[in-house]
Structure formats: C-alpha cells, structure tokens
C-alpha cells in the first residue's frame, strides 16, 4: 500500500505550471487534467463556476464545438469536467500515440475559450429547467438549504442557486470569470496513466505562450460565516410522501490533525453499510432505505452531512433517534469487535482509492487542492492502527456532539 503512495514526479512547464506525473499502466493511454483555483468559492454570483467550465468545450478562437468534438472523436479522445467548491477540472483522456494531435486541441480550448452567446443561453436555459425539475424534490432542497444554514447566504459555501440566479447571470459574468482564475498562476497539472516525455514537450509547445499570467487564488478564511444563528429549518413541500433530513456542523478540515481519527467516527456513525445508522434506523426501525454520515472536506470549512429520506409519519422520530446514536458514540466505549470491522472497512476503501494511476491522481488532486500530499494517508493509515475506543470517545465528545447539529427537514414533520 506504502508503495503506491509514492509521490508524483514533479516538473514545471517553461511557463511555470507546476505538472505532477503518476505513472503506472500497461497500455498507451493517459489522463492529462488542468486543475484551476476556479471553484464556486471565487465567484461573485450563482452558476458562474460551473458554467464557465462546462462551456470551455464549446468553442475557441480557432475552432467550433463541433470540429472539436469530431476530432477528439476521430483520435479516440473524450474530454471530461466539472467544478467543485474550490477547484474546476478540465481532464483529457487520450491515446499516447495521437498526442501530437490531441493535446493541441485541448490546450487550445482551455487558453482561446470564446464561450459563444449561443452556448451561454443554451446552457443557461438547460439548469434553468433542471433547477425547477430538482426544486421539487425533497433531498435536492434540503441538501441546499442545509449548506446555507451551515454557512450563510453570504457565504462561498452557502451561497446557493435560487430564481433569479438565472436572470442576474449575464454572459459577461463567464468572460470576467474565465479572465481572472484560468491563468498560469492558477494552474497545475496533472497527468497519470502510461505517462511518457513527449507529454510534458506537447504541452510546452502549444501552451506556454498562450494561457495568461495571473495571481494565485487559493480558498482562504478567517473561520467567520455567515449563519442566522437558527440551528433549525423546515421547508413544508406538498404533496409529497417522504422528508429529507439533513443533519450536521461545520467542522475541522483536513490540515487538523484530529481529522483521520474524526472520519473514523463518523465512518462507525454512518460511513458503511453496516454503520449504526444503517442498523438502527434501516433495519430495527425500518425507517428508511439508507442513511449515511460523511464529512465533505472543503478547504475553508470542511462540514459533516447525516443525510437521509423517510415517510413523512415518522421524520421526527428519524431525528430523534439519530441524536441517540450521537450520544452513544461519545457516552459508551465502541467494542473491539466493532472497532476491528471499521478498521478493516477502512483500510479496504484506502487500497481501493489507489488501484490504478487514475484513482492514485485523484487521490493527489484532492489532496493537493488543499495543499497537502500522500504523507496524509500514511498518516491515516497510523491514525486507523492506533485507534481505541477511548479515542474514539474523545473525538465524538469533542466534534460530534449532538447539540452541535443543524438541522434541515424538507417535506413534512
């Protein structure tokens, strides 16, 4: 396991993008992805992050959206993006041998986007329609709200899609956006899979004398947020036959060093199948066909989610008896057979998050988005060994504190 966790190659671009390699693989192929400072934390209103990113592909100064499909097409190359709180990602899959005619299309839609008006509304319109398809949907408005609770409408992280989202967006939004965090500063890539020099050479020509200079934008805060105070909200919705629950705090992130022995909690509370939760309320109760506890690590404010749906009869006994686990996990010692199964189930999901060069990188991104390296899992790996109930008591008591929670309820008590 130690093996795999390796540190990848680094280099710079004769731009100064940092470019990290994670080799492994038999077959030709590799993944190239631009990680930019450009997630929902830096933009100023709504949909600008994620549209900004989902439009790259659909037009440069060169070439159309459909001459850049057909090609990637032709060569057997597929794109792939999404944004996060923190970061956007833009990755390409392509064979070796068609570098040359691969990666100049890449890079030239990441450094010459026009995001063409057409797209804009296009896209516009699409989340427009899928926001009021969603807003019925009882899980879909209480995860929603429950991050605005946390942090506050006008925080990064609180601050969530409504309306008149889609009519204060303007087209302009997405250049301004685009100019300020795809920059140089901004960027690092990463590449894994069968990663051979002609990558790296590939990449110097067709890039460094296009993408601008900027300024570094990593997430920053000062711990304020920007909640009410209120601890509780219910959004009644009719006709509908289940609630969603949505439970937790703000808590530390991953740069603490409480954190591994914090996901080992959480993980007996409600991170497996066979978590407490899932034993309590699935199956002696039967209130519901899943239920999980996780905490999300975000750079400025990671924050634990207990997420799930009931008959609408029996909400408020779902949330009383999930604040009876809560209680339990920080008032009684887990046994040492408990303690073993979780163990276990961790160090599996650890050897599973590093089989291949592919999930090895995305193991790195996540963790270099905070900048942190693989010494955190080995750090974990000691932290699930040297686990004992009486530790796992001290955390619960400290972070998982039932009066601590926030609470959503979306659909009827």
């Not at 949505?246 to 996901?263: A, N, Q, V, W």
């Not at 750079?299 to 604040?323: M, N, P, Q, R, Y």
Request: hydrophobic share 35%; charged share 25%.
């Amino acid at each position: 396991m130690l093996k795999s966790m390796a540190e990848p190659e680094r280099r710079s671009l004769e731009n100064g993008i940092p470019i990290y390699s994670i080799h492994g693989g038999t077959q030709e192929i590799c993944k190239i992805e631009f990680v930019f400072y450009a997630g929902s934390w830096h933009q100023k209103k709504p949909l600008v992050s994620v549209i900004t990113n989902a439009l790259l592909k659909e037009g440069t100064k060169t070439k159309s959206s459909q001459e850049i499909s057909q090609k990637l097409d032709y060569y057997g190359a597929f794109l792939e993006h999404y944004a996060t709180p923190d970061t956007s990602v833009v990755a390409l899959y392509t064979l070796n041998k068609h570098l040359a005619h691969t990666i100049p299309v890449f890079t030239d839609l990441i450094s010459n986007a026009i995001f063409p008006e057409k797209e804009f509304q296009l896209l516009l319109d699409q989340h427009r329609n899928q926001y009021k398809i969603s807003k019925k949907k009882v899980e879909y408005v209480a995860s929603r709200q429950f991050r605005t609770l946390l942090f506050g409408k006008t925080h990064p992280y609180g601050n969530e899609v409504d309306e008149s989202s889609f009519d204060t967006l303007k087209h302009s939004d997405i250049f301004d956006f685009y100019n300020s965090y795809y920059t140089q500063q901004n960027a690092r890539i990463i590449v894994s899979g069968y990663v051979i020099p002609e990558i790296a050479d590939t990449l110097n020509n067709t890039l460094c004398q296009t993408l601008p200079q900027g300024n570094l934008c990593i997430p920053i805060t000062d711990g304020q947020t920007h909640s009410n105070g209120s601890k509780e909200l219910y959004i009644e919705m009719d006709d509908v036959v289940q609630s969603a629950i949505r439970m937790g705090c703000i808590t530390i992130t991953r740069e603490h060093p409480d954190f591994p022995m914090l996901e080992i909690a959480v993980t007996i509370l409600g991170g497996y199948f066979g978590s407490r939760l899932m034993r309590n309320i699935r199956e002696d109760k039967g209130y519901t066909y899943g239920i999980g506890a996780r905490v999300i690590p975000l750079k400025a404010g990671s924050f634990l989610s207990i997420a799930t749906e009931v008959a609408v009869d029996i909400t408020s006994s779902a949330v009383e008896e999930i604040k009876k686990e809560l209680k339990k996990l920080r008032t009684e010692p887990i046994s040492t057979e408990e303690l073993a199964l979780v163990k276990n189930h961790l160090r599996g999901n650890i050897l599973r998050g590093f089989d291949g060069p592919f999930a090895q990188a995305e193991r790195f991104r996540e963790l270099s988005d905070i900048q942190l390296d693989f010494s955190y899992y080995k750090n974990v790996i000691q932290t699930i060994d040297k686990a004992t109930p009486s530790t796992i008591q001290l955390i619960a008591e400290k972070y998982l504190h039932e009066d601590l929670m926030f609470t959503v309820i979306a659909g009827k008590k």
